[in-house]
């Protein structure tokens, strides 16, 4: 099976702006999740989609939102960027429902570098 | 979320065994504790997770302690290839979230 892949692997935008960042997930996995890893904060939980239903968001910004498709790709959007926001965003799809037992598979990420 | 603490570092030499310790004090008693490793440029990685007795898999071993207030990631035999973040998590059912601590950095000394 080919693992989880996210597009694009690097990006550069100036502040203001906003990006979208697309994840596709193993395939017959049906939740995805994002996280951000910055070297001050670490890797941060940002929100959890299952079956095209958030259930689950983190502490960051409403400027941050996702979506999930019915195929399960996802994508997220960061509206007016702010410097802070460059980091490494990770997704990761998960073999289950949410138990105890299952795993998260982790895509390469994107970074993104904002200006 | 159960807190944990991990080392922020450690040192092992190549071929020889790493014990990568955690305490998770705080953890519920249904919540699983699980290991993932970062290494350098990619995302986590699962290695091993488990409830209560010691497991083991192609990657590591885990230890539990008989309280499962801590456990301990036993490499049997690092190579350069382990150099990574290894983060211990518990977690639980209907938790869908992984929340990371700031794991244990190791590198391997050839």
């Known amino acids: 099976k080919a693992g989880v892949t996210q597009t694009p692997r690097y990006l550069i935008k100036t502040r203001g702006q906003q990006v979208t960042l697309s994840c596709s997930p193993i395939s017959g996995h049906r939740s995805v999740s994002w996280y951000q890893q910055t070297p001050g904060q670490g890797l941060q939980f940002l929100f959890e989609y299952f079956s095209e239903t958030q259930r689950n968001k983190g502490n960051f910004p409403g400027r941050f939102s996702g979506r999930q498709f019915s195929n399960s790709r996802s994508e997220m959007n960061v509206s007016t960027l702010e410097l802070g926001d460059s980091a490494l965003y990770l997704c990761a799809s998960l073999d289950g429902r949410g138990g105890s037992t299952d795993t998260q598979y982790f895509g390469p990420g994107t970074r993104l570098t904002v200006l | 979320d159960a807190k944990t603490t991990q080392p922020n570092s450690m040192e092992s030499n190549e071929e020889e065994p790493v014990h990568l310790p955690c305490n998770h004090s705080t953890i519920s008693g249904t919540d699983y504790i699980h290991w993932y490793r970062q290494l350098p440029s990619q995302g986590p990685e699962y290695v091993i997770h488990?409830?209560?007795s010691n497991v083991n898999n192609r990657m590591a071993s885990l230890a539990i302690a008989e309280d499962r207030k801590s456990s301990t990631l036993i490499l049997h035999r690092a190579t350069l290839r382990d150099a990574a973040v290894y983060y211990c998590?518990?977690?639980?059912?209907?938790?869908?979230?992984?929340?990371f601590g700031t794991g244990t950095r190791l590198t391997i000394i050839p």
């Open positions: 488990g409830l209560t």
């Open positions: 998590i518990p977690w639980g059912f209907g938790n869908e979230k992984l929340t």
